[in-house]
Each structure stands twice: as C-alpha cells, then as structure tokens.
C-alpha cells in the first residue's frame, strides 16, 4: 500500500446509480499531490455526482474511493472532512442568519475541541482554542480578501464575495484535498480568469492539491495538471488538457456529432 | 432575507412598529368592558388620536440620527400622551361647568360602590353601611351592573370637577408603588416609551459601519455629554440619600421622599438615559479615567447596596434563617449581602481597566443589581408572578436553545419540565396515606433514605469520574505525546485533539465501574450515614431532576434524529402526551391524578415566615434564570453554538463541513432539556403539589410562543417573551373575561408586526476582536489588494 500513500486521491471502478439511471459509471481517477485536477464534462455528466460520493453525501454502489491511501467511501461526510477533504458547491451554500466570520469558523469545527462544560467554565485552553479559531477565520478571510466586512451576514455579500467565503470556510477546515464545484459559474471572462489565478494561488502558496468542476472546457484548460472527461456518467477521455482538446470524442461530446464533422472540416480548411 | 434583515433594522419601522402596539395596548385596555357612555367615547377619541399622532410622529421625524432621535422616540407617544391627557381632562371639567354632570353620566349603569377610587375617600363598606354618604344613592337601578371601574375616574367632593383618572390603579400598583390615577397611567405610558426607546436602540446598535460612523461624527465634539451622563445618575443617588429622611423642602424630593418605593423605577430611568449618552460621546474615543470609572459603577453598587439594606430593615425581611431565628437573621443577610457587592466590586474593579468595557459593566452591574432587589421590593403576589415568569424564562431559554439554536421543532417540551417536577416529587414529599397514616407509594416509604443513597451515590460518582478523567487525560496525553512525532500531517491549530470515541468510552466504562465499586463498598458503613444524612433533598432533587430531564432528552433525540420540520412537532408532540399520561396513568407509583402533595420548600418548614421561604424561590428563580442565561450565551458563540447554528441553516453543509449531526442534535436535546428539569424542580418546590395538569400541551405551546415572540435565538429576547407572555395576563387582569381574548388579539398584532420577535438576535460582531488577535499576515498586502480585485 505504501505506493498509494503517495496519491492524494485513487478511485476506482466508482459506479453510481439512481434508478435505472447511471449518473457515474465505473470510473477511475487518480489525483498526484500538489495537483490541480479537472473533471469537465457537459452539464449532467455526473460530474456533482461524482464529487458527493468522494465528500460524502453519496455512497457509491461499486467501487472503491481511497483518500491517502485508505478508503472513504461509505463514510459520513463529517468523517471525511476531518481526514482532510473539503469542498464548495456549484449552487452557494452558506449558512444563513451567521456572520462572515462565524461562517469560516464553523469550518474550523473538527479541529476544535471544545465541549459545553469547557465552554461553560471558558477553561483557558478552551478560550485560547477559540481566540486561535477567531484569529485563523480573520486570516483566511484576508487571504480571500474579506476581512472588511467579517460582521456581515453571510448572506448578505455579493455574489463574487460568497463564492469566495465558500473557498475561505472549505480552507477552514485544514483540508489537503480541496473539491471545487463550478466555482466560475455566473462570471464574466475577467472574473473566471481571475478566479483561476486565484485557484493557482491556491495551490502553489497553501499547500494543496485541488479538484475542479467544470462544465465550460476551455477555463479549466491554462491551469490543470490533468483533465478528466465525463460524459453520461463515463469517463471518455483523460490526461493533459492539451490531448483532452483534441481527443475527437470530446470535442463530439461537447458539440455533437454534426458539430464535430463541422469542426474537423474546418481544422481542415485551416490546415 | 436580504429585504427582511434591510427591513428589521430600520429605525423606522421600529418606531412605527412600536407605536402601533402599544396603541393597540391601550385601544384594548379601553375596548374592554366599558359601557358606552360620554366619557368613554371621549376617552376613546383621545387614544385614537394619541395612537394616529405617535405614529405620525415618530414616522415624521425618524430620519435624522443621534441621541434626537432617541429623545424623540421615547418622548413622542409620552409627551402626546401627557398633552392629550390634561386637555381631556380640562374638556371633562369644561363639561362639568357647562352644566353637563360628567359624574352621571359616567356612572350610569355602574354600581359604583364597587370602586373605592371612584369616590374620593369614602370605602366600600361605609357606603353600603350608610347610604346617605354616597351622594348618588338611588341614582342607579336596583339591577345595575356590578363591576369594576376601568377608567378610575376620580372627582372632586366639593366642585364635582374630574381630578385624574388612570387605566391601572390596581390596589396593589397604588399600594406597593404609591401611585395610582393619572400617575400609574402615566407610568406604563413613560415605561412603553422607554422600551421604544430600547429598541431603537438595540437596533441603532448592529446597524455597523455607515451608520455609527456618521453618529459618531456628529457627536465627536462632545464628550461634555459623557460627563454630563455619569454624574447625573451620582447627583441623584447622593441628593436622594442625603435628603431622604432628612426633611429636605425641594418639592421633587419630596415627592421621591413621599414615593419612595418609586426609587428603583427612577434610578431605572436615569440609568438608561445615561447609557443612551454614553454612547453618544463613544466611550471609545473619550475614555474616562479609570479611578473615575470604577467610582462610577462601585458608586452605584454601593448606593444599591445600602438601599437593600434600608428595605432589609425597614420590612425585617431575611433571607437567612439561623437556628436560633428561624425567621431569618439581619446580620447575616447583611453580611450575605455585602459580600456580594464586595465579591462585584472586586470584579469590576480589574474588568473596568479596559476602558471599552465601562459601558457594558456599568449596564450590566447596575441591573442586575436592580433585578436582585425586585424581589424585596414586591409583595407576595408580585412575587408570585416574578417567580412564574422565571420559571417561564428557564424553560424558554431551554427551548431556544433547542428550537432557536439547533433549529429542531419540539412540541413535547412540557415533558422535560414534567420529569424535573416529578423527580424532586418523588425524592421529598411528605404525602402521607390519609387512612393508614403511613407514608405511601414511590414518593413515600424510605423517601429519606433515597435521598441520603442518591446524594452519596452522585457524590461518589463525581469524584470518581473527575479523577479517572483527570488521570486518564493526563495518561493519554503523554501517550500521545510520544506519538505525534510520527505525525506527518500538521495541525491546523496546536492544540492536543480529544480523545478518540474508543478511549473516551474506555474512560466512561472505567469511571462507571469504579464509582459502582466504591458505592457499594460504602453503602452500608456508618460513615455513609453520618456524612450523607443531612444531605438536602432540593439538592439531591435539584441534581436528580437535571440528570432525568437530560437522559430523557437525548432518550427523545434518539429516535427523532432522522426528522426533520413538520415529522419531528408531531413526534416530540406525541413524546410529551406520552410523559402527561404516564404520569396519570400509573396511580401506584404517581398518585395519578390526585397528584404529589406536600412537597418541602427549599429551606426546612421550620423558618417559618411566609415572605422569607416566597423570596427563597424567588431567588432561586432569579439564580436559576441568570445561570442558565449565561450558560446560553456562552454556548451561543462557543463551537457547539456554531455547530447548532450551521445544523439549522443546512443540515447537509453542515455536516460537510465537519459538524457531527448525531452528537449536535442529542447534545441541543439534552442540554435544552436540563434546563427545564431545573425549571421543574423550582416549580415543584413553589407549588409544594403537583398534578399531571400541570403538564399539559398548553405548557409547552406557551413556552414555544414566548420563544417566537421575543426573537427565536435571542437570550434577552426570550425573557422579554416570557415578561409578555406571561406577565401580561397578570396585568390584563383587570379586563376580567376579556382577558384571554385581548392577550390573543396583542399576540396576533405583535407577530404580524414584528415577525422577527420582540428583540431580535443581532448579528455577533467578531471582527474587532479577530483584528486584535490577527496573526501576522502570512503575504504581503500588495498581493492581497490584487486579490480583492478578483
């Protein structure tokens, strides 16, 4: 096993059924530290479904998800966010009627450890745990470029700031994995570029290895390490993004058979 | 929830919302009950139009900001009111002079013998004993209406001109607080107005930045107001002490010398005004001295100290009973008394060197010194309600943490506030069987013993447990210690992780084993008997009733985990029938419906003194409210609050982001549950019998009301629910069978108008603290700017 302790992430064979419906079918991936890892793929690939069986939510009926070299499949998400796997959501999912701050704090959660009686009689390890949990949210909320508005309620910052309150609460919780769920979706060119170096930021100063969503393949392309390809449930194409783009079942993927003949006539021309 | 939150701090609304309810106060207050006559229509009219003006009012001029618009809030409905009142008045006469005889009309279909303010001095009893006396003998038919006067209108003997009249002389206001008529009126009118006042305050409070910014701009020049506001409520107390009793010729010392059980309430007054001032010149940028400020609040201390003990003295009141005088020793509760103003003056004395906490000390201290002395300044049956209204607090601030923290709907909560009562039933009555004379049932044989066995059994419990965990932390730590060299992965926060669920159950089994070992080993010896034998049974109750509301709140957790909204009410709805009739049903162990009687008072019988064994409880209320207070607002922002928090908001995030839902939910289910065992066990013992009626649905519908209606979440929210809710019946008693129907209509309005609560949560505010304690940041700002372009 000691090779696998290597990989931040190995899943194999991960099948997932509504129904009659495969969302995601026999699926292999493999995530190398320090990576920035995409799955693209058009919108009902099963790409979320993916990401809610290695977070948790879901468990997949075959298969085997190894995180650090052990398995977490089956495990609550609870369990696999303290081993170190954190994500943000496609559809921002805050906690409303809390503050920014308290917000990120609630990502600190499994590494306190502070119980009601501690918090009763405020033992001094108990308000050390707490004034260091305050003083890493205003850390990372700087980090993300927040920390002015701290007292907000959460649900009250734009749009752009949420996603990014999204990534500083997912950061909380001292993750090693971080999962991003189409966290340019509802941006304009200049902030999806932005984002990316942001993401990029992300990896190369924190730390971490980090897996993307995205449904739009051309974003993903300048930053990934490595590109997956779904397409109903199926993995159809994978490796750098510059093989991705010009693996012909992807490109049919993405615009159809007509388009891809259309595509291939134009390359032609163009050649 | 954008536009709801824009909406819910927006002064004016506040200010609108205010108004409207306390016009629909009154509008019921007068609806009820009066025959139509002259008098009542104009009656009526002036608090339309007061209502319609105080609504204007405050609208018209909520746009500017500062200490103006908090005079203009509170003073806009006093001021009318005040205004609007003299001129009715001067009408009434006015029609007295004109030749109309306000006297008849207002009285006609009243039997007014049965209202001693009607009539300037002459009681009840002379009239009927002496008809002649009453100078409109006959003038009403044989079958008139027996009833209270609601409008108190008093005339004058000889000119028959209207003098004042008052819409809450209940013989107690004007017997306790030594005012009546026009002044009671006038005194829920400036009390409202203040409470208005407070919530536009409150609300002035979380609306951060622009608003405080531009307040504090405005005022910056002024730190006279600072000055001004703290010697003010000094002068006062120094003036009020050197002239009380001293015969001093200032009428308005008079008046308070006159009044003086109005002190509190006036002292009360000036120390919100001072408060609302100290914000204005913004302690932050005019700090006082601070030999200046711990005068000011040990000052204030001391004042209140001394007036407890002048009420101490003057009623020979005493909360301490000795062997010697079961009625309660002076010196000691004196000396009880000044060791605890000692103990908070000792405490403010370090806690005011942060010159930003003066303000929060000085409301803090003084109130709650001021709450410590209601119940001394009310009769038995203040106090009965102050007692009720805190038990109600207690349970509302257990169900907030449930509902208002965890977000879980419980409809059974009476049952936990059942098995607390239950549990220190069980432990101490003294019912004995009426035919044989012997004690009898659960409650009764060997009742003696299992409180010497419980108490001994606890006792040995607690410390054995604290020394096995003791030990065993201190063991696993090392143990650990030794192994995080191995660690590859670094800690996000340096500190020791908790034990895992293995060794945690470990401890527990070995802590459970031990102190069963021992406990058994010492049950029978002598030594059990004699160090245990006078172990109180309102202790031994106290902790045994905690204990059995906790345990039977995570037995209802359990099995709810998985439900969610409308599932969950009707499960825990049907928990709490479950308790109610078990509790009826097993004659033999609960004395079914016949109850448990004769349950002891905290203190011994033997003090005897009705007041002394009243203010026991209700300062164990006060105690019991306080702690629990406390403890939820430290739960409110410590991890586990946080957690409660995220769970309501979304479960499913939530438990992505690490939160455990078993341990959160069973945890809110248990705590919220222990409250109100506490609650039960007080409740038990001021009752001294209970029934299973006591514990019906309707409780736990009451408390969940109280808890909406002050603001789900919020700590002063629900003892403001609680004082509404349950207190204002008390008040509104006066409207006889209308009550009911009033209380319900105020209700309805209230929700309407403020949906949030009465006083709603505000958001925490961390960020001046977490810039405090920020670590160096870890880039430099350059880069950071360029990121917040993203």
Redesign the interface.
Same mark, same amino acid.
């Given at each position: 096993m000691s090779e696998s302790r290597d990989l931040i992430l190995e899943a194999t064979g991960v099948t997932k059924r509504f129904g009659g419906l495969t969302a995601v079918g026999d699926l292999d991936l493999i995530i190398q530290p320090q990576q920035i890892a995409s799955v693209i793929g058009p919108n009902g690939a099963g790409k979320t479904t993916f990401f809610n069986c290695i977070? $948790?939510?879901y468990t997949p009926e075959e298969g085997e998800i190894r995180f650090l070299g052990e398995p977490i499949q089956g495990l609550?998400?609870?369990k696999?966010?303290?081993r170190?796997i954190a #994500?943000t959501?496609q559809n921002i999912?805050l906690? =409303?009627?809390?503050?920014v701050?308290?917000n990120v704090? +609630?990502?600190?959660?499994?590494?306190?450890?502070?119980?009601?009686v501690g918090? &009763?009689l *405020?033992t001094p390890?108990n308000a #050390?745990?707490?004034?260091?949990? &305050?003083? *890493? =949210?205003?850390?990372l909320l700087?980090? +993300?470029?927040l920390?002015s508005v $701290?007292?907000?309620?959460a649900?009250?910052l734009p749009y $752009?700031q949420q996603r #990014?309150l999204e990534i500083a #609460?997912a950061l909380a919780?001292?993750p +090693?994995l971080l999962l991003l769920d189409e966290p340019t979706a509802g941006m304009n060119p200049q902030?999806t570029e932005?984002?990316m170096?942001?993401i990029q930021?992300l990896r190369d100063?924190r730390d971490l290895t980090i897996l993307l969503i995205e449904h739009d393949m051309s974003v993903v392309m300048g930053i990934s390490d490595h590109v997956t390809v779904l397409d109903y449930g199926l993995k159809i194409s994978e490796g750098t993004p510059a093989h991705v783009q010009n693996d012909p079942l992807v490109i049919e993927a993405y615009l159809g058979a007509a388009g891809a003949d259309d595509l291939a006539a134009d390359l032609e021309i163009a050649n | 929830m954008m536009t709801r939150l824009q909406n819910l701090y927006d002064p004016v609304r506040e200010g609108v919302s205010f108004g409207f309810i306390s016009g629909l106060v009154v509008l019921f207050l007068l609806l009820a009950g009066i025959p139509v006559n002259l008098a009542n229509i104009g009656l009526l009219l002036v608090f339309v139009t007061m209502f319609v003006a105080g609504m204007q009012f405050t609208r018209r001029h909520f746009g500017s900001r500062g200490i103006a618009f908090l005079a203009r809030n509170a003073l806009a409905l006093g001021v009318v009111a005040a205004v609007l009142v003299y001129l009715f008045l001067a009408l009434l006469n006015r029609w007295q002079m004109e030749g109309i005889d306000v006297r008849k009309e207002y009285l006609k279909g009243v039997d007014h013998r049965q209202t001693m303010t009607v009539l300037s001095g002459v009681p009840v009893e002379e009239l009927r004993a002496n008809p002649a006396k009453d100078p409109y003998t006959g003038d009403y038919p044989e079958d008139a209406e027996l009833r209270t006067d609601p409008m108190r209108l008093t005339f004058d003997r000889e000119t028959g001109l209207v003098l004042k009249f008052g819409l809450s002389s209940k013989a107690w206001l004007e017997a306790n607080l030594g005012i009546g008529g026009v002044y009671g009126f006038l005194l829920v009118l400036v009390i409202t107005a203040l409470l208005g006042a407070m919530l536009t305050w409150a609300a002035m409070r979380v609306e951060v930045g622009r608003r405080r910014a531009a307040f504090r701009d405005r005022f910056a020049g002024h730190p006279v107001l600072h000055w001004v506001a703290m010697v003010l409520p000094l002068l006062f107390f120094a003036l009020l002490w050197l002239t009380t009793g001293h015969g001093g010729n200032d009428p308005v010392l008079r008046f308070a010398e006159e009044n003086r059980e109005l002190q509190p309430l006036l002292m009360f007054g000036i120390i919100l005004f001072g408060l609302i001032a100290i914000r204005a010149a913004e302690p932050r940028e005019w700090p006082l001295p601070y030999p200046a400020r711990v005068g000011i609040v040990c000052g204030g201390l001391v004042v209140l100290a001394l007036l407890a003990v002048w009420r101490i003295t003057d009623n020979e009141v005493y909360l301490i009973p000795t062997s010697s005088d079961p009625a309660g020793s002076a010196g000691l509760t004196t000396l009880a008394l000044l060791v605890v103003v000692g103990v908070l003056i000792v405490q403010n004395i370090q806690a005011l060197q942060d010159p930003t906490r003066f303000e929060w000390q000085f409301a803090a201290t003084l109130s709650g010194m001021l709450v410590l002395l209601l119940p001394l300044y009310l009769d038995q049956y203040g106090n009965d309600i102050l007692i009720k209204v805190g038990i109600y607090v207690m349970m509302g601030l257990g169900l907030n943490i449930v509902v208002g923290y965890a977000g879980l709907l419980d409809l059974g909560y009476v049952a936990f506030f059942a098995l607390g009562a239950y549990s220190y039933a069980f432990l101490s009555s003294n019912q004995q069987d009426t035919e044989s004379g012997v004690a009898s049932g659960l409650k009764f044989p060997g009742n003696d013993e299992a409180v010497i066995r419980i108490a001994g059994w606890l006792t040995i419990a607690l410390v054995v447990t604290l020394a096995v965990v003791i030990a065993g932390l201190y063991l696993w730590r090392r143990w650990q210690v030794s192994r995080s060299v191995a660690t590859t992965r670094q800690a996000l926060i340096i500190v020791p992780q908790r034990p895992s669920g293995r060794v945690t159950m470990l401890l527990i089994v070995i802590a459970i084993s031990v102190s069963a070992l021992i406990g058994a080993v010492l049950d029978s010896t002598e030594a059990f008997q004699d160090v245990f034998g006078n172990a109180s049974p309102f202790l031994v109750g106290l902790v045994g009733g905690v204990i059995a509301a906790g345990l039977s709140g995570i037995a209802l957790g359990v099995p709810v985990l998985r439900l969610r909204g409308d599932y969950l009410a009707i499960v825990t709805l049907g928990f709490g029938e479950i308790i109610r009739l078990l509790f009826l049903n097993l004659r033999d162990y609960t004395g079914g419906p016949e109850g448990v009687l004769e349950i002891p008072r905290p203190v011994p019988a033997d003090a005897a003194g009705q007041p002394v064994s009243y203010l026991v409880i209700a300062y164990l209320v006060l105690i019991g409210a306080a702690l629990i207070a406390f403890f939820s607002m430290r739960l409110k922002t410590s991890r586990t609050g946080r957690a409660w928090s995220a769970m309501k908001s979304d479960e499913d995030i939530a438990q992505s982001m690490g939160v455990h839902l078993v341990q959160s939910k069973l945890l809110a289910f248990s705590i919220g549950a222990s409250f109100a065992g506490i609650a039960g066990v007080i409740y038990a013992a001021y009752q001294r019998n209970i029934f299973p009626e006591n514990f019906s649905l309707a409780v736990s519908i009451n408390v969940l009301s109280l808890v909406i209606i002050g603001g789900m979440g919020s700590i002063p929210g629900v003892i403001m629910g609680a004082i509404v809710l349950i207190g204002m019946p008390e008040v509104l008693r006066e409207l006889e069978t209308y009550r009911v129907m009033a209380l319900g209509a105020l209700l309805v309005a209230m929700v309407i108008v403020r949906p949030e609560g009465i006083l709603p949560e505000p958001p925490t505010q961390l960020e001046d603290k977490a810039r405090s304690l920020a670590l160096p940041s870890t880039k430099p700002p350059a880069e950071r700017a360029e990121e917040s372009a993203v």
């Amino acid at each position: 096993m000691s090779e696998s302790r290597d990989l931040i992430l190995e899943a194999t064979g991960v099948t997932k059924r509504f129904g009659g419906l495969t969302a995601v079918g026999d699926l292999d991936l493999i995530i190398q530290p320090q990576q920035i890892a995409s799955v693209i793929g058009p919108n009902g690939a099963g790409k979320t479904t993916f990401f809610n069986c290695i977070s $948790g939510f879901y468990t997949p009926e075959e298969g085997e998800i190894r995180f650090l070299g052990e398995p977490i499949q089956g495990l609550s998400p609870d369990k696999i966010t303290a081993r170190g796997i954190a #994500r943000t959501y496609q559809n921002i999912h805050l906690f =409303a009627g809390m503050t920014v701050l308290e917000n990120v704090m +609630v990502g600190s959660h499994t590494n306190l450890t502070s119980t009601p009686v501690g918090t &009763l009689l *405020r033992t001094p390890l108990n308000a #050390r745990e707490e004034d260091a949990a &305050l003083a *890493r =949210a205003y850390e990372l909320l700087g980090y +993300v470029g927040l920390d002015s508005v $701290g007292d907000w309620l959460a649900t009250n910052l734009p749009y $752009g700031q949420q996603r #990014r309150l999204e990534i500083a #609460r997912a950061l909380a919780t001292d993750p +090693v994995l971080l999962l991003l769920d189409e966290p340019t979706a509802g941006m304009n060119p200049q902030e999806t570029e932005n984002t990316m170096h942001f993401i990029q930021q992300l990896r190369d100063e924190r730390d971490l290895t980090i897996l993307l969503i995205e449904h739009d393949m051309s974003v993903v392309m300048g930053i990934s390490d490595h590109v997956t390809v779904l397409d109903y449930g199926l993995k159809i194409s994978e490796g750098t993004p510059a093989h991705v783009q010009n693996d012909p079942l992807v490109i049919e993927a993405y615009l159809g058979a007509a388009g891809a003949d259309d595509l291939a006539a134009d390359l032609e021309i163009a050649n | 929830m954008m536009t709801r939150l824009q909406n819910l701090y927006d002064p004016v609304r506040e200010g609108v919302s205010f108004g409207f309810i306390s016009g629909l106060v009154v509008l019921f207050l007068l609806l009820a009950g009066i025959p139509v006559n002259l008098a009542n229509i104009g009656l009526l009219l002036v608090f339309v139009t007061m209502f319609v003006a105080g609504m204007q009012f405050t609208r018209r001029h909520f746009g500017s900001r500062g200490i103006a618009f908090l005079a203009r809030n509170a003073l806009a409905l006093g001021v009318v009111a005040a205004v609007l009142v003299y001129l009715f008045l001067a009408l009434l006469n006015r029609w007295q002079m004109e030749g109309i005889d306000v006297r008849k009309e207002y009285l006609k279909g009243v039997d007014h013998r049965q209202t001693m303010t009607v009539l300037s001095g002459v009681p009840v009893e002379e009239l009927r004993a002496n008809p002649a006396k009453d100078p409109y003998t006959g003038d009403y038919p044989e079958d008139a209406e027996l009833r209270t006067d609601p409008m108190r209108l008093t005339f004058d003997r000889e000119t028959g001109l209207v003098l004042k009249f008052g819409l809450s002389s209940k013989a107690w206001l004007e017997a306790n607080l030594g005012i009546g008529g026009v002044y009671g009126f006038l005194l829920v009118l400036v009390i409202t107005a203040l409470l208005g006042a407070m919530l536009t305050w409150a609300a002035m409070r979380v609306e951060v930045g622009r608003r405080r910014a531009a307040f504090r701009d405005r005022f910056a020049g002024h730190p006279v107001l600072h000055w001004v506001a703290m010697v003010l409520p000094l002068l006062f107390f120094a003036l009020l002490w050197l002239t009380t009793g001293h015969g001093g010729n200032d009428p308005v010392l008079r008046f308070a010398e006159e009044n003086r059980e109005l002190q509190p309430l006036l002292m009360f007054g000036i120390i919100l005004f001072g408060l609302i001032a100290i914000r204005a010149a913004e302690p932050r940028e005019w700090p006082l001295p601070y030999p200046a400020r711990v005068g000011i609040v040990c000052g204030g201390l001391v004042v209140l100290a001394l007036l407890a003990v002048w009420r101490i003295t003057d009623n020979e009141v005493y909360l301490i009973p000795t062997s010697s005088d079961p009625a309660g020793s002076a010196g000691l509760t004196t000396l009880a008394l000044l060791v605890v103003v000692g103990v908070l003056i000792v405490q403010n004395i370090q806690a005011l060197q942060d010159p930003t906490r003066f303000e929060w000390q000085f409301a803090a201290t003084l109130s709650g010194m001021l709450v410590l002395l209601l119940p001394l300044y009310l009769d038995q049956y203040g106090n009965d309600i102050l007692i009720k209204v805190g038990i109600y607090v207690m349970m509302g601030l257990g169900l907030n943490i449930v509902v208002g923290y965890a977000g879980l709907l419980d409809l059974g909560y009476v049952a936990f506030f059942a098995l607390g009562a239950y549990s220190y039933a069980f432990l101490s009555s003294n019912q004995q069987d009426t035919e044989s004379g012997v004690a009898s049932g659960l409650k009764f044989p060997g009742n003696d013993e299992a409180v010497i066995r419980i108490a001994g059994w606890l006792t040995i419990a607690l410390v054995v447990t604290l020394a096995v965990v003791i030990a065993g932390l201190y063991l696993w730590r090392r143990w650990q210690v030794s192994r995080s060299v191995a660690t590859t992965r670094q800690a996000l926060i340096i500190v020791p992780q908790r034990p895992s669920g293995r060794v945690t159950m470990l401890l527990i089994v070995i802590a459970i084993s031990v102190s069963a070992l021992i406990g058994a080993v010492l049950d029978s010896t002598e030594a059990f008997q004699d160090v245990f034998g006078n172990a109180s049974p309102f202790l031994v109750g106290l902790v045994g009733g905690v204990i059995a509301a906790g345990l039977s709140g995570i037995a209802l957790g359990v099995p709810v985990l998985r439900l969610r909204g409308d599932y969950l009410a009707i499960v825990t709805l049907g928990f709490g029938e479950i308790i109610r009739l078990l509790f009826l049903n097993l004659r033999d162990y609960t004395g079914g419906p016949e109850g448990v009687l004769e349950i002891p008072r905290p203190v011994p019988a033997d003090a005897a003194g009705q007041p002394v064994s009243y203010l026991v409880i209700a300062y164990l209320v006060l105690i019991g409210a306080a702690l629990i207070a406390f403890f939820s607002m430290r739960l409110k922002t410590s991890r586990t609050g946080r957690a409660w928090s995220a769970m309501k908001s979304d479960e499913d995030i939530a438990q992505s982001m690490g939160v455990h839902l078993v341990q959160s939910k069973l945890l809110a289910f248990s705590i919220g549950a222990s409250f109100a065992g506490i609650a039960g066990v007080i409740y038990a013992a001021y009752q001294r019998n209970i029934f299973p009626e006591n514990f019906s649905l309707a409780v736990s519908i009451n408390v969940l009301s109280l808890v909406i209606i002050g603001g789900m979440g919020s700590i002063p929210g629900v003892i403001m629910g609680a004082i509404v809710l349950i207190g204002m019946p008390e008040v509104l008693r006066e409207l006889e069978t209308y009550r009911v129907m009033a209380l319900g209509a105020l209700l309805v309005a209230m929700v309407i108008v403020r949906p949030e609560g009465i006083l709603p949560e505000p958001p925490t505010q961390l960020e001046d603290k977490a810039r405090s304690l920020a670590l160096p940041s870890t880039k430099p700002p350059a880069e950071r700017a360029e990121e917040s372009a993203v």
